[in-house]
Nanobody
Framework: QVHLVESGGGLVQPGGSLRLSCIASRNISNIYAMGWYRQAPGKQRELVASIFSVGNTNYGDSVKGRFTISKDNAENTLYLHMNSLKPEDTAVYYC?????????WGKGTVVTVSS
């Protein structure tokens, strides 16, 4: 079992930055994959970024060059650094961990990009 708690969401103006955090209840160094997903109102949940246990990363096309995923194994924390935010980035952002074929989700944190 892996419990995930996201934080760091909020209201930000277009062009601004935010850093999301996801604290896991267990050691994340041996978790196969962790990632951030988002779901905007009326839309399906989509991949934002993922990071694997060996360190390689993957990004959704809409966030490439603007968002960076990272993790701190010692702190059991996953991060999402978001720059150059756009109104279309507004969504609930969810943390996900995949361990032994089982997916675990946090409850999400809301990001609103608006002037």
């Amino acid at each position: 079992q892996v419990h995930l708690v996201e934080s760091g969401g909020g209201l930000v103006q277009p062009g601004g930055s935010l850093r999301l955090s996801c604290i896991a209840s267990r050691n994340i160094s041996n978790i196969y994959a962790m990632g951030w997903y988002r779901q905007a109102p009326g839309k399906q949940r989509e991949l934002v970024a993922s990071i694997f246990s060996v360190g390689n990363t993957n990004y959704g096309d809409s966030v490439k060059g603007r968002f960076t995923i990272s993790k701190d194994n010692a702190e059991n924390t996953l991060y999402l650094h978001m720059n150059s935010l756009k109104p279309e980035d507004t969504a609930v952002y969810y943390c996900r961990a995949s361990r032994y074929g089982v997916a675990y989700w946090g409850k999400g944190t809301v990001v609103t990009v608006s002037s």
